[in-house]
Nanobody, 122 residues
Framework: QVQLVESGGGLVQAGGSLRLSCAAS????????MGWFRQAPGKEREFVAR????????YYADSVKGRFTISRDNAKNTLYLQMNSLKPEDTAVYYC???????????????WGQGTQVTVSS
């Protein structure tokens, strides 16, 4: 199993940037497909981005494409989400997600972090 801990959330003005990190415990991080999901108040949790084992392939929700970048550092057991040109509608709790199975893009894996709040003011 892997344990996931997010950090880097906060309050930012529209147009600003934040970088989220997700630290994974254990030696198996490199064998986990990783992704980010988010949940806004009163809404269902939604897919944000996904990255393959090596980091060579990435996928994004249309709502964040061109603004967000997912990456991973397997040597540091860490997943990242660089968020630029933030909008008020990006306000949500962001969750790190992983699974050793190659589940479909947009499908959440079995392992979740506790979430980190991102608030974008207008």
């Amino acid at each position: 199993q892997v344990q996931l801990v997010e950090s880097g959330g906060g309050l930012v003005q529209a147009g600003g940037s934040l970088r989220l990190s997700c630290a994974a415990s254990g030696r198996t991080f490199r064998t986990y497909y990783m992704g980010w999901f988010r949940q806004a108040p009163g809404k269902e949790r939604e897919f944000v981005a996904r990255i393959n084992l090596s980091g060579s392939s990435t996928y994004y929700a249309d709502s964040v494409k061109g603004r967000f970048t997912i990456s991973r550092d397997n040597a540091k057991n860490t997943l990242y989400l660089q968020m630029n040109s933030l909008k008020p509608e990006d306000t949500a709790v962001y969750y790190c997600n992983g699974d050793p199975r190659g589940v479909g893009v947009g499908t959440p894996g079995n392992y979740w972090g506790q979430g980190t709040q991102v608030t974008v003011s207008s």
